[in-house]
């Protein structure tokens, strides 16, 4: 198998030859493009990219000022170069954008190879305002769009959408406030994201950075924080994968997952790295990987993740709910060098949009790894994890008692979306397993600060697992036996 550093060292080096490559530099005033943040730029900025791609490639550059535009399309061999102080601001009339087309966008870019969004500037989506205005144009019947909650489902731009792209780089940019995902890369391949800012908790949906059917990703060095799940690989495309992705030195908020495979979860994943990132007040899980719609999911590497008041540490789950011809799996998963804190409280209270407070009554959920009866979770390596939960679960709010009756009766869900949260109150404080065939506990340590109710672990047909110097740590519980078997067996 080819390494991932080869497969790095290729984006760096196509991308490195971006600019040095490129014709020319050219000032956006050239091409009589505004900065006072009321003349509408759109038709300016469309034709200064489509004269720079056809005239060799080149640099357009956007110094102090406001530029509103709508929808622009990028063009191979070009690169937009925003210095600070320099906002690209789109427009509120949702009339500015390319309605009714599929991933509607304010910078959109497809089958373009060698382009670039850079530069320490400002991406502002107005989200929230251009949604509204949106909205407005349902209730009058001119856009034709389903409502989810008299919220819009289509037709909502995101700020930055590539699609089959070749050689990106988008770096040092702040991109704020979209309408909805932020920004998407979807079966792009040698892809760079580096140093960029994400601050977008303008309206619901709001995915800080999808990453969708790639190959030869690297996101480092960035902060995201969103309203949805911040950092989130997808797979649409039940012939395509997400293959050889790093994600590395990057923070994320959300209120929703930190890091997150799915949910849209179609073809597959291989080689992921996720090197040395933390993640804090976020709703759900801190670290993610659900797989309800055949998705293959193989060679994960999670290293040196640390997490800061989140809802929840870690859920890996395979379901079945569209694709019934093709379950999906997950194997060979390595989790290690970890820390991670759960809190009592809700984890994103008085962010702007929070997430849901759904699936009551139950307290506070364990780490899982959940697969289903006839495809478990295969080859899980967790190692060096520490895991503090607040403890104090109260039986007389939410039960789940251990016995075997008890445990036979948790519902198996394969067809629901998979959320930490969808089985309500789980048997364990600390770890659930259930339909798992081959797991390592190596130096884990689970500590609940307040007496709970429930045992530390439990296993529910779970098949070759094993222990070794684990430790679980529960006020007052010297002698609790913290580690439950139900047709389960541990190695020797």
């Not at 799915?262 to 797989?291: C, P, Q």
């Not at 699936?359 to 006839?374: E, T």
């Amino acid at each position: 198998m080819i390494k991932i550093k080869f497969y790095i060292s290729l984006i760096l080096v196509a991308l490195l030859g971006i600019s040095p490559l490129m014709a020319k530099d050219y000032n956006a005033s050239f091409f009589g493009i505004k900065s006072n943040g009321t003349t509408l730029n759109t038709t300016s900025i469309q034709r200064a990219i489509d004269f720079i791609s056809a005239n060799g490639g080149g640099q357009l550059n956007f110094y102090v000022g406001r530029y509103l535009t709508g929808t622009i399309h990028l063009k191979s061999n070009v690169t937009l170069n925003f210095s600070e102080g320099a906002v690209l601001v789109g427009s509120t009339n949702i009339n500015d954008y390319n309605v009714g087309t599929p991933n509607n966008a304010l910078i959109y870019g497809k089958g373009v190879e060698n382009v670039a969004v850079i530069g320490k500037g400002v991406i502002d989506g107005q989200g929230k305002e251009v949604a509204y205005n949106l909205l407005d144009n349902i209730h009058k019947g001119i856009i034709k769009d389903p409502l989810d909650y008299d919220r819009p489902r289509n037709n909502r731009p995101k700020a930055i959408y590539l699609r089959e792209c070749k050689n990106v780089l988008i770096k040092k940019i702040t991109v704020k406030d979209a309408a909805d995902w932020v920004t998407v890369y979807d079966q792009c391949e040698d892809v760079l994201v580096d140093s960029i800012t994400i601050d977008s908790k303008a309206f619901w949906n709001n995915d800080g950075i999808d990453i969708v059917d790639c190959k030869n990703f690297v996101l480092s060095n960035s902060f995201i924080d969103a309203a949805d799940d911040a950092i989130c690989l997808k797979s649409h495309d039940r012939s395509k994968r997400n293959e050889n992705i790093v994600i590395r030195n990057n923070v994320a908020r959300s209120s929703a997952n930190g890091i997150k495979f799915g949910t849209v979860s179609a073809g597959g994943y291989k080689n992921i790295k996720i090197i040395n990132n933390k993640v804090y007040d976020t709703f759900r899980s801190a670290f993610t990987i659900a797989t309800p719609d055949g998705a293959r999911v193989e060679q994960v590497l999670v290293d040196s993740l640390y997490a800061y008041n989140t809802g929840n540490a870690i859920y890996l789950r395979i379901g079945s709910r569209s694709q019934k011809d093709r379950v999906g799996s997950i194997e060979d998963v390595t989790i290690q060098n970890v820390y991670i804190e759960v809190p009592a409280h809700k984890p994103d209270a008085g962010y702007p949009y929070e997430g849901p407070v759904e699936d009551h009554p139950r307290n506070i959920s364990p780490a899982s790894i959940v697969g289903l009866k006839n495809q478990p979770i295969k080859n899980v390596i967790l190692k060096n994890i520490e895991i503090v939960y607040p403890g104090a679960s109260n039986p007389h709010y939410a039960y789940r008692g251990i016995t075997a009756k008890e445990l036979d009766s948790i519902p198996e869900m394969e067809s629901a979306y998979p959320e930490f949260s969808q089985f309500k109150e789980l048997p364990a404080w600390g770890f659930y397993l259930r339909h798992v065939d081959g797991v390592k506990f190596e130096q884990v340590k689970l500590t609940a600060k307040a007496a709970d109710y429930r045992p530390a672990v439990v296993m529910d047909q779970v098949k070759n697992a094993s222990m070794i110097n684990n430790e679980f740590v529960e006020p007052a519980k010297k002698h609790k036996k913290q580690v439950i078997l139900h047709r389960s067996t541990l190695a020797k």
